[in-house]
């Protein structure tokens, strides 16, 4: 059975949108609940078998690293005071045989600029996974583990996609498919990436923050011209990939929040909130 043993989390961006409080609070640090918008990814990484955790982050962003480093002080007054429950949330078990890397991204250039930092930690015969962590998606088996399953069907790299409304296609990278797949499959051949059309967009499917990709992406990552607004965009790489490697589309289940936005972030934590039993219908 395949296994993918690496993610790359890109998350060196400012967070605008949530200024002030992203001023000195890195976004993905912000909690849902009690929990911080990173660690739902990364625990979503780590449930498909994820090893190694490579952050793509800016030297303002030391929250991150401290949250998943080890507190010693912290770990002895909890064993202390018998606070076990509380133990096990800041030192989680399935932590313990991760490896956590961290590599600067020194300025903002794009999403498939972010992504060509961690070149060097990946070799360019195997696959990993990149989690946009502004995404929250929840289900179980959750996204990861579907775009793994996919793979193992397809040998290829696999895109999570979801339908959105013609209006929302101007958000998202919104992908082709080739003729000769079948409709009513949920995994379907993918021909090309449209990024944010602003009219005529090639389908009504959108690419969430969840890819599993081959490591000779990095190849085509390196070759990648800047766009109009200076950046190098993942989905271009991708594109010019598609030319010589087998891409699939995978309409995944779950549940998404996209807590990048303040609407997101709301929706996000009110329906933990509810599942948790915190506050009621």
């Known amino acids: 059975m395949t296994k993918i043993k690496k993610a790359i989390f890109p998350v060196a961006g400012f967070g605008t949108r949530f200024l002030p409080a992203t001023k000195s609070i890195p976004k993905e640090m912000l909690p849902i609940i009690d929990t911080p918008l990173i660690e739902y990814a990364v625990r979503e990484a780590i449930t498909a078998g994820v ?5 793509v982050t800016s030297p303002a962003k030391k929250a991150i690293e401290s949250h998943f480093s080890h507190n010693m002080e912290l770990r002895t007054l909890l064993e202390n005071a018998g606070k076990h429950s509380s133990l096990e949330k800041v030192f989680p078990r399935e932590f313990e045989e991760v490896a956590f890397h961290y590599v600067m991204q020194f300025s903002q250039n794009g999403l498939g600029h972010a992504v060509l930092q961690a ?3 990946i070799k360019e015969d195997e ?11 929840l289900n179980s088996p959750n996204v990861c583990e579907q775009l793994l399953s996919a793979h193992q069907i397809s040998g290829g790299s696999v895109l999570a996609l979801n ?4 209006e929302d296609t101007k958000k998202y990278g919104v992908v082709s498919f080739k003729d000769d797949t079948d ?3 949920s995994l379907r051949a993918l021909k090309s990436i449209v990024e944010k059309p602003q009219s005529n967009p090639p389908s009504n499917y959108g690419m969430p923050g969840r890819y599993l990709l081959e490591g000779t992406i990095f190849n085509y990552l390196e070759s990648t011209k800047e766009g109009a607004q200076g950046e190098i965009q993942l989905a271009d790489a991708i594109n010019a990939s598609m030319q010589d490697k087998d891409y699939f589309g995978l309409e995944y289940q779950g549940d998404k929040f996209d807590c990048g936005s303040k609407e997101g972030f709301l929706r996000a934590n009110l329906h933990i909130a509810k599942a948790q039993n915190i506050i009621y219908e």
């Open 51 to 55: 090893t190694e955790i490579i952050f």
């Open 127 to 137: 696959f990993f996974f990149v989690l946009l962590a502004d995404d929250l998606i």
């Open 163 to 166: 339908k959105v409304s013609h």
């Open 183 to 185: 409709k009513d499959n």
């Open 119 to 121: 070149k060097d930690l």
